[in-house]
């Protein structure tokens, strides 16, 4: 996974430095989403993987595959990515796209895990706090899981805020074993 990640960093930057130029990085992150989902997709990927197809192949039909849903910006660059046979790349991409456009915007996706749905304001209270702590602007979504018993567990990229008492339990289970 660590290489298919830095095969896509480059593409991810260009795009995200063309898009930042414009001012359209909204437009081309849902492009990207779009053609990521369809280069994830099990019959395309075989498209992608053919090594029969000349990439101007691949790529006619993989525009193809995405109509009128891209820009010619957008079209333009997918053909690149098709004539360096990195169409498959879309996924990190449109990933690292996304991560870039975040950290411009000083926005991230906070995940949180209940035992129980949390109510609204509650989730707005976790989303003022973490954003004062990591400030960034906070966008929570919130899952529930029944096997936390209570408490929650907060996800912010990278940091991991384990406050539920299953985790609470194994940390003292681990204390009595040591």
Request: aromatic share 4%.
């Amino acid at each position: 996974m660590a290489e298919l990640s830095t095969l896509a960093r480059p593409y991810a930057k260009a795009a995200f430095e063309y898009a930042s130029d414009k001012g359209d990085l909204e437009s081309w992150l849902s492009q990207l989403q779009l053609a990521a989902a369809l280069a994830a997709e099990p019959r395309v990927e075989g498209l992608l993987n053919d090594p029969a197809l000349t990439a101007a192949e691949q790529a006619d039909r993989f525009l193809g595959l995405l109509g009128d849903n891209a820009s010619g910006p957008v079209q333009n660059y997918l053909r690149v990515l098709a004539a360096n046979r990195r169409l498959r790349l879309l996924p990190q991409v449109c990933r690292q796209f996304a991560e870039l456009k975040a950290e411009k915007e000083r926005v991230v996706e906070v995940q949180v895990v209940s035992a129980f749905d949390l109510p609204e304001d509650v989730r707005d209270r976790i989303a003022a706090a973490l954003g004062k702590r990591l400030e960034r602007e906070v966008v929570v979504s919130s899952e529930t899981d029944p096997a936390l018993l209570g408490g929650v567990l907060i996800r912010a990229g990278d940091t991991v805020i384990d406050g539920s008492v299953r985790g609470r339990l194994n940390k003292l289970a681990e204390a009595l074993t040591h």
